[in-house]
């Protein structure tokens, strides 16, 4: 069988219904669907449990609570670790959690213990995290519209929002120091539904803060998450636009890719249009995590 090449990866993605209330199917069939869309390494990067006032409404209409998250989660660090084993001859499975921002005040010492948090062998839990930012003073920016409207309109307009949003990306990568930055202008998708144009997003005020969040990602050796989930949102491009693809590559930020797949179907959608996106915004190679025999996490440039 031929190997698939070097660049078919994702880092950020394998959600599931076991663990996720907006996923579905089981983690054993997300990596099933890695393996049939031919991918080398999928790292797994469910999200972290989040306290009770930060639940989602699907999430409290489903009974659940946030001792349920926590119970979750603490089933799925067992679940990937004995997955990762039992798929190791096939697909090297990365082991990762989607950090939260949430809430403000402490989630730098929670996410840091998740990152840090060792198996009863005392082995690492996880290989990496994916840093994410979904609130904006505390507000969910990535579910309703509506919640994207109050965000806006707390922060006094749109560019004071996307200023704070950028400035909370910047503090969470020096915070906890995450090995991928996931959905970077993840502000972009709930725009247009609140009657945002994209230009609104691109002002040099707010180019300017995001150049400061993009320094902050080149500082602490981050790797930026090229996130097809942005097309499924029925964005015209991936995650991030290629203004901020452009910008990064220049200041020698690498890329990975990350399909930030929620459901089988989803695992590897967007893949070969995302290598191409790159392509056509000049960066020829993506940079890639394997975990080595001793079970340290090696980075790998691989050409496009």
Known sequence: ?????????????????EFCDHAEGTLREMLEAAVAAGYRTFGVSEHAPR???FLYE????????AEKLAADFHRYTHTINTLAEAFAPQLMVLRGFEAEVVPQQTYVKTMLALR???LENGRPAFDYMVGSVHYVHEIQIDGAPESYRT?????????S????????VAEMVEALRPEVVGHLDLIRKNARAVGLSPEALETPEI???AETALEAIRAYGAILDLNTAGWRKGLDTPYPAPWLVQRAHAMGIPFCFGDDSHRPKEVGMGLEEARLYLLRNGVMHITTLERSEDGSLL??????
């Open 116 to 118: 840090t948090r060792q």
């Open 51 to 53: 306290p009770e006032a």
């Open 207 to 209: 180019k300017a803060a």
């Open 1 to 17: 069988m031929k190997e698939p090449p070097c660049w078919r990866i994702s880092l950020h993605g394998g959600h599931s219904g």
């Open 58 to 65: 699907e999430e409290r209409a489903l009974g659940w609570d």
């Open 161 to 168: 929002f996307a200023k704070s949003y950028y400035a909370q």
């Open 151 to 159: 965000a806006v309109e707390a922060c006094g307009g749109v560019t």
């Open 299 to 304: 980075r790998r440039r691989c050409p496009l």
